[in-house]
């Protein structure tokens, strides 16, 4: 078992200290704290906050996510109540690009009123970043709504993003 998913385990232990060290080390490995990237998306919800800024960080740092836990990681996106582990699901899908496409039904539900503004611009982001032939019609709708929301942060993020894919 690699450092990574053994700092992962350790994420989920009773002490405080315990989880504190292992984010703290998963920030410190960058991209090879991948392993761990499903149990830092859950962390970012732990209750304490060195806990909380250090997942954020390893975060930060990781890249892509192994193509194994997509789907566990969209889950988290559309079904956990914290806008900071949808917002960090929904980069992590997006880092994928393409290889995310079939998770477009879960960032299109992400760009819904119900979610953070925040949340909903990342989603926009993450769809213009897994676009590909087979959903580009389907995304380009959904952006084109969007450019008209009465949010100005979503409405601007769906317009840079139609720019995008309509080049």
Known sequence: MND??????????????????????????????????????????????????????????????DISETTAIANLAVSIPDSDVQYYAITLLGRLGTTAVEYVSDLLTCTEKQF??????????????????????????????????ENANVSEAAIRSLTVLQR
């Open 4 to 65: 990574a998913r053994i700092l992962a385990e350790e994420l989920r232990a009773d002490d405080v200290k315990q989880r504190r060290r292992a984010a703290k080390m998963l920030a410190l490995l960058e991209e090879a704290a991948q392993p761990a990237a499903l149990e830092l998306l859950i962390a970012l919800s732990d209750r304490d906050d060195q806990v909380r800024q250090w997942s954020t960080e390893a975060l930060d740092m990781l890249g892509a996510p």
């Open 116 to 149: 953070e503004a925040t949340v909903r611009v990342r989603a926009i982001w993450a769809l213009s970043r897994i676009s590909n032939k087979s959903v580009e019609a389907k995304i380009i709708e959904a952006l084109e709504q969007l450019k008209n929301d």
